[in-house]
């Protein structure tokens, strides 16, 4: 029985295009730190580098660790010492990224009413950004860390979307099987990966986030605004 709810952060509780945020994010990002005197194009090349590496994680240590591995492999082992000030940025700076949503979106009603039925809630956004960072794209709309039961960050994980294995450590976090959780995306590949790990699954379309242009119909689908409806039948618990 359905029990415990999955949510994607990046272009389904938060309305806007990866594409778009990646622009305004790396934007605010050199801003902040070639007055240190990095070159831009060298540290975009290198937090590809480090993401590509958090992406294809084996396990063998958190995406903390395997991010600023390669990140220090591209840059020189001096730049760790950036880690506080990047921690710093996505306290500060990156909050001008919100500029990014199509819409604004108070998602903290939706949440408060799934909690109120009795169901377990976790934040699945791709683990390749710091506590930090998550806490603020949540304020964006209208959301905390604090609302969600677990939320996954590059601190806490050690794999990412798609690997089937993302989910299932989750599914071993909460305690739950993967028939008692659904989880609600807008990427048929790094969302809907988590059927393969036996989880009932949702495809939100408003942002739709699909580059190999992959057949929706696959998958449960609709808007954003067709999901709060069916949630809202949700019997409680």
């Known amino acids: 029985m359905l029990n415990t709810i999955l949510f994607d952060l990046d272009g389904t509780l938060a309305p806007f295009m990866q594409d778009e945020f990646i622009h305004t994010y790396f934007k605010l990002l050199v801003r902040r730190l070639t007055p240190m005197g990095y070159d831009g194009e060298k540290l975009i090349h290198a937090l590809w580098a480090g993401v590509d590496a958090m992406i294809k994680n084996d396990g063998s240590g958190t ?137 009932s699954v949702f495809l939100v379309t408003d942002c739709l986030e699909n580059p190999g242009g992959l057949p929706v119909e696959d998958y449960p689908h609709g808007s954003f605004r067709e999901l709060e409806a069916i949630l809202a039948e949700l019997p409680h618990l």
Not at 69 to 93: C, H, K, P
Request: aromatic share 10%.
């Open 63 to 199: 995406n903390r660790q395997v991010f600023w591995n390669v990140f220090t492999q591209q840059l020189g082992i001096q730049a760790m010492a950036l880690e506080s000030i990047l921690e710093d940025f996505y306290t500060r700076e990156f909050d001008g990224a919100r500029s990014v949503l199509r819409e604004d979106a108070d998602r903290g009603g939706l949440i408060r009413s799934l909690r109120e039925k009795g169901y377990g809630l976790v934040l699945a956004t791709n683990p390749v950004f710091p506590a930090v960072a998550v806490e603020t794209r949540l304020s964006w709309v209208g959301l905390a860390a604090s609302d969600f039961d677990y939320v996954t960050t590059y601190e806490n994980c050690r794999s990412s979307k798609p690997n089937p294995a993302y989910y299932q450590n989750i599914l071993s976090h909460i305690g739950k099987q993967g028939a008692e959780c659904l989880m609600i995306g807008n990427n048929p590949v790094d969302d809907m990966a988590a059927a393969k790990a036996e989880l």
